[in-house]
C-alpha cells in the first residue's frame, strides 16, 4: 500500500490563535496573568510555523479541524516543551485542555 502524499504550503501566512479566550481561561488556573499572556506568544508563534506549513486539503470540514484542533493542540505541546515540561506532561496538559 503507497502512503498518503499530502501537498503543503510553504507561505509566510499567519492566524491568529483559536479558542484563545478558552487556552487563557484554562492557563489562568495554572499560571499568573503576566505568565498567561507570554506563554500564549509562544503558542501563536509555533502555530504559525505550524499553519505555514499545513497540508493543503480540499475538504472544507478537514481544513477546519486541522487549523481549529490538531494545529492548535500541537502548538501548546510544542510551546509546553520548550517551557522545560516533559513529553508525558506536555501531553497530559495538552489532553486535558483539549
Do not use: C
Not at 499568573?32 to 509562544?42: D, L, N, Q, Y
Not at 477546519?64 to 496538559?93: C, F, K, M, V, W
Amino acid at each position: 500500500m503507497q502512503p498518503i502524499q499530502l501537498e503543503t504550503r510553504a507561505t509566510a501566512e499567519t492566524r491568529e490563535l483559536p479558542s484563545q479566550a478558552s487556552l487563557r481561561h484554562y492557563l489562568s488556573q495554572k499560571r499568573g496573568t503576566a505568565e498567561i499572556e507570554a506563554f500564549m506568544g509562544r503558542v501563536q508563534a509555533v502555530y504559525n510555523g505550524l499553519y505555514a506549513q499545513r497540508p493543503a486539503f480540499d475538504n472544507q470540514q478537514l481544513r477546519t479541524h486541522l487549523e481549529n484542533n490538531i494545529l492548535l493542540g500541537l502548538a501548546l505541546y510544542r510551546a509546553l516543551q520548550a517551557d522545560g515540561q516533559s513529553p508525558a506532561d506536555a501531553y497530559t496538559e495538552t489532553r486535558d485542555y483539549l
